[in-house]
């Protein structure tokens, strides 16, 4: 079955450093590929998504591409802010069903 | 829009004790389902529905039952509450169309069950 396989965390960075949360995926067909976050008390939303291979989505400056070849889908962004702090989660839907797969989810926590 | 809509926010409960978790969108999206959320576990779905007097579970459904009269609606049953059972529950509907996978999410419910 389809599977979706994101880096553990913690990940703790310190104001205006660099992000790259690491995102990889199993799945038959094409799937649409998402970055959900989700902010303490709250429900999960949408980031980001692409919907075919070398598409990027990018949205509060935060970017990911689909790559096919890799079976990836990394999210990156250039200076993270205090703000950013929340759990981010790497998801694939569709190529054929419904029901989306999600990653176990990686915390981020930004310090001033 | 209010989007995805749940009730309560929060709940307790004594074990033994049956309630509904309530779940609203006004998106007109075919595709609902319900989640729970467990530290170190990520999200577990427990039962989905593909359009109204469609359902179908989940990973976890055991201890829960839904019901989809209409597009709008999707509540969630707890037949017999027990502390396993403690949790926060997300709701979520997606148009569930090939341009358009994405889940919309509610705010949560937070259920305690002593």
């Known amino acids: 079955g389809d599977s979706v396989t994101q880096m553990e965390g913690p990940v703790t960075l310190s104001e205006e450093a660099f992000l790259t949360i690491n995102c990889t995926y199993t799945?038959?067909?094409?799937?649409?590929l998402f970055w959900y976050v989700q902010y303490p008390g709250e429900g999960l939303q949408l980031l980001l998504k692409a919907t075919k291979a070398d598409d990027k989505g990018s949205n509060k400056g935060f970017e990911a591409t689909y790559r096919k070849e890799t079976t990836s889908f990394h999210l990156e962004k250039g200076s993270v802010q205090v703000s950013d702090s929340a759990v981010y989660f790497c998801a694939l839907s569709g190529g054929g069903s419904y029901i989306p797969t999600f990653g176990r989810g990686t915390s981020l926590i930004v310090h001033p | 829009n209010a989007g995805v809509t749940q009730t309560p926010k929060f709940q307790v409960l004594k074990t033994g004790q049956s309630m509904t978790l309530q779940c609203a969108q006004d998106m007109n999206h075919e595709y609902m389902s319900w989640y729970r959320q467990d530290p170190g576990m990520g999200l577990r779905l427990i039962h989905y529905?593909?359009?109204?007097?469609?359902?179908d579970q989940g990973e976890v459904p055991n201890g829960y039952n839904v019901s989809r009269s209409t597009t709008e609606d999707f509540p969630l049953r707890l037949l017999s509450a027990a502390p396993s059972q403690t949790s926060v529950y997300f709701c979520a509907s997606s148009p569930g169309t090939r341009m358009s996978y994405e889940q919309y999410f509610g705010p949560g419910t937070r259920l305690t069950v002593t």
């Open positions: 529905s593909v359009g109204a007097g469609i359902t």
């Open positions: 799945a038959t067909g094409y799937p649409s």
